[in-house]
């Protein structure tokens, strides 16, 4: 079965820097586009940033220019590195694959960005 497990998260302060990954498997990994989402409290769940399967990329305009998403498609991992980070990037981030009319989602791992 599709699996997606995320790792990486924490505590971090203002301007500081985390590597979100997410261990893909059950599926042909190479083969298909992954995304990052995240949902703080009270809000919706929104894309972050999103790789296909050529390594094209695109990201919210809020993280444009800070966080980066890549992928290893021999490792089944894809990453995303978040720099300079802001208090309002805290959330619980979700690795996310869509094939064929369903989305699959991994367990997500908690950001917290304080002081």
């Known amino acids: 079965q599709v699996q997606l497990v995320e790792s990486g998260g924490g505590l971090v302060q203002p301007g500081g820097s985390l590597r979100l990954s997410c261990a893909a498997s059950?599926?042909?990994?190479?083969?298909?586009?992954m995304s990052w989402y995240r949902q703080a409290p009270g809000q919706e769940r929104k894309l972050v940033a999103s790789?296909?399967?050529?390594?094209?990329?695109g990201y919210a305009d809020s993280v444009k220019g800070r966080f980066t998403i890549s992928r290893d498609n021999a490792k089944n991992l894809v990453y995303l590195q978040m720099n300079s980070l802001k208090p309002e990037d805290t959330a619980v981030y979700y690795c996310?694959?869509?094939?064929?009319?369903?989305?699959?989602w991994g367990q997500g791992t908690q950001v917290t960005v304080s002081s």
């Open positions: 996310n694959v869509v094939m064929w009319i369903n989305n699959y």
């Open positions: 059950g599926f042909r990994f190479s083969s298909v586009g």
């Open positions: 790789i296909s399967s050529g390594d094209s990329t």
